[in-house]
């Protein structure tokens, strides 16, 4: 049984019906309307194999992301994270506010992303135990991507919308200006973790 959460019921419904349209029977999945802040008690006595966090934390602060994963690892024992990354040490870190400042503004939403180490030790921190992570540049908002990830009739749906709507067409040409300029900075991170008290899986 796989459970599709999001705090935005839009998304949620767009999930199922990608899910039914890769022909997973519908009474494996379950919806749940989830806030991440309270993942730990709206969960309650759910269990989970594994949970998938798909760019959901970066625009949480350090703090909140600890409590979220530290309220996620009571029902999860493996966890799959993919996520924005800083490509520097921590010791760098107070030279890139500027980044999280324009990136904040291009979003229109909080900018915290963490370096390896950081997303490691935040990890640690809420119980989880990394057993692999792969690093590699920032490719958002590239139309290959977006065709792959979305399929023909989402792309074109997406495209059509920028071409039509002024304030999305703005945001996203905001977005990819932003992210161009500080590409050298900025990647993506991808993470295998388990719980403490979980067992790693083969």
Known sequence: CVTLSDIDTSRLEMASQIAREQGVDSELIEIMQLNMRNVGEELEQH????????????????????????????????????????RCDDSSLKELNHIKQDMSRALAIGFH????????????????????????????????????DEGPKRAAKIAWNIATDASIRSRVVETRRAIKSHQHDLGYILIRAVANNGQALN
């Open 113 to 148: 992303p963490l370096t390896v180490d950081g997303w490691t030790n935040v990890l640690h921190e809420a119980g989880y135990e990394v057993k692999r992570s792969e690093t590699g540049p920032m490719k958002v908002l590239n139309p290959v991507t977006v065709l792959q």
């Open 47 to 86: 269990h989970y194999d594994t949970a998938i966090i798909e760019a959901s934390l970066s625009h949480y602060s350090t703090k909140e992301k600890r409590a979220i994963l530290k309220g996620l690892s009571k029902h999860a024992d493996e966890l799959l994270l993919h996520e924005i990354c800083f």
